[in-house]
Nanobody, 123 residues
C-alpha cells in the first residue's frame, strides 16, 4: 500500500515555472512506476509523464515534452515534476499515481493516487 500526497501547485503566469512534489508513504517505493496525470475542467484525466522505479527511464506526453521533467528520489520516497515554460493550457489539477508491474500511460492501470494539486497558469 502507498499513500501519496502532492504539493507545490499554485498560480503562475504564462512562461513561468513550478515544481510539484509527491511524497509517498508505504513500503518498497522504488518498486513502483510513478506518474503524473492532469485533469482540466470538463476533460478526461490525461497522462503527463512517468518514471521507472530506478529513475533510469522517463516518458512524456507530447504536449509537455521539452518543458516538463519528471524525477524521483528513492531515498526520500518522493517524485517531482518540474514544469517550465508553462502555458494556459497546462491549467489543471495534477495527480501523482503509482503502479507496480505495468509500464503504462493508462490511468485505469494505476493502483494508488494522490488527492491532486491545482495548477493555474494565467495568460
Amino acid at each position: 500500500q502507498l499513500q501519496l500526497v502532492e504539493s507545490g501547485g499554485g498560480l503562475v503566469q504564462a512562461g513561468g515555472s513550478l515544481r510539484l512534489s509527491c511524497a509517498a508513504s508505504g513500503r518498497a517505493f522504488s518498486s513502483y512506476i510513478m506518474a503524473w496525470f492532469r485533469q482540466a475542467p470538463g476533460k478526461e484525466r490525461e497522462f503527463v509523464a512517468r518514471i521507472t522505479g530506478s529513475g533510469a527511464t522517463t516518458y512524456y506526453a507530447q504536449s509537455v515534452k521539452g518543458r516538463f521533467t519528471i524525477s524521483r528520489d528513492n531515498a526520500d520516497d518522493t517524485v517531482y515534476l518540474q514544469m517550465n515554460s508553462l502555458k494556459s493550457e497546462d491549467t489543471a489539477v495534477y495527480y501523482c499515481a503509482a503502479v507496480r508491474y505495468f509500464d503504462t500511460e493508462l490511468p485505469g492501470q494505476y493502483s494508488y493516487w494522490g488527492q491532486g494539486t491545482q495548477v493555474t497558469v494565467s495568460s
